[in-house]
C-alpha cells in the first residue's frame, strides 16, 4: 500500500499570502495525484489531477507540481474561501489511498 | 446536472449489516465507474471500493466483509456492508470519477449518509 504523508498538518496564513502545501509518497507514483479541498460539512471537491491539471472550473490561483515521490500544491494568494482541508490521493495502483490532510487556517 | 444521492446509513450494532444505496441521475450511469468514499467523524478520507464494469476493488479494511454491486437498469449504486465494526462509522460518500476513462478521480460526490456502528 502507499503511504502519502502531507505536512504541515497545519497552516496558518492570512489571507493574500501564499500557500505551499506538500504530499509525499512512500514509492514512485509517477504523475497520478490528485488534490481536493473540503470545508465543514461539505463533500470534497477535486482541485487538481495527475498532478498538475487543473480540474473543471477550479481557480486558476490553484496548482500542482510534482512527480514521482514528492508533490506541491500551491495556492497563489489566498482568498477568504481557501481556508479549508487539503487532501492529496493517488491513483497509481491498488489501493487508492488519501493524504492525512492539511488544514489551512487564518492566521 | 449530475446528482448523487445516497441513501441507507443509520446506526447500527456491531455485527449487524447494512446496505447503502447511491443514485444516480444527470449522467449516463452504465458509462462510468463509480465509487466509494468514507470520512470517520472528525478524520481524513479513506478510499473503500471501485466498481468498473463488472470489476470491484476494496480497501483492505473492508475486503471480505462489503461487497460493492450497480443496477445500470435503476441508476443505483449499492455498498452492501456485513460484520460491521465501530471502526467502519462514518460518512459513506459515493463519487463519480471526472472521466469514462478514469475510475479513480472522484470529481462528483453525493452529499454522504452517516452510518454508526455502535451497541
Known amino acids: 500500500e502507499i503511504v502519502l504523508t502531507q505536512s504541515p498538518a497545519t497552516l496558518s496564513l492570512s489571507p493574500g499570502e501564499r500557500a505551499t502545501l506538500s504530499c509525499r509518497a512512500s514509492?514512485?507514483?509517477?504523475?497520478?495525484l490528485a488534490w481536493y479541498q473540503q470545508k465543514p460539512g461539505q463533500a470534497p471537491r477535486l482541485l487538481i489531477y495527475d498532478a498538475s491539471n487543473g480540474a473543471t472550473g477550479i481557480s486558476a490561483r490553484f496548482s500542482g507540481s510534482g512527480s514521482g515521490t514528492d508533490f506541491t500544491l500551491t495556492i497563489s494568494s489566498l482568498e477568504p474561501e481557501d481556508f479549508a482541508v487539503y487532501y492529496c490521493q493517488h491513483r497509481s495502483d491498488w489501493p487508492l489511498t488519501f493524504g492525512g490532510g492539511t488544514k489551512v487556517e487564518i492566521k | 446536472e449530475v446528482q448523487l444521492v445516497e441513501s441507507g446509513g443509520g446506526l447500527v450494532q456491531p455485527g449487524g449489516s447494512l446496505r447503502l444505496s447511491c443514485a444516480a441521475s444527470?449522467?449516463?450511469?452504465?458509462?462510468?465507474?463509480m465509487n466509494w468514499v468514507r470520512q470517520s467523524p472528525g478524520k481524513g478520507l479513506e478510499w473503500v471500493s471501485t466498481i468498473i464494469n463488472t470489476r470491484t476493488y476494496y480497501a483492505d479494511s473492508v475486503k471480505g466483509r462489503f461487497t460493492i454491486s450497480r443496477d445500470n437498469s435503476k441508476n443505483i449504486l449499492y455498498l452492501q456492508m456485513n460484520t460491521l465494526r465501530a471502526e467502519d462509522t462514518a460518512v459513506y460518500y459515493c463519487?463519480?470519477?471526472?472521466?469514462?476513462?478514469?475510475?479513480?478521480?472522484?470529481?462528483?460526490w453525493g452529499q454522504g449518509t452517516l452510518v454508526t456502528v455502535s451497541s
Open positions: 444527470g449522467f449516463t450511469f452504465s458509462s462510468y465507474a
Open positions: 514509492q514512485s507514483i509517477g504523475s497520478y
Open positions: 463519487s463519480r470519477p471526472m472521466t469514462t476513462v478514469v475510475a479513480s478521480l472522484f470529481d462528483c
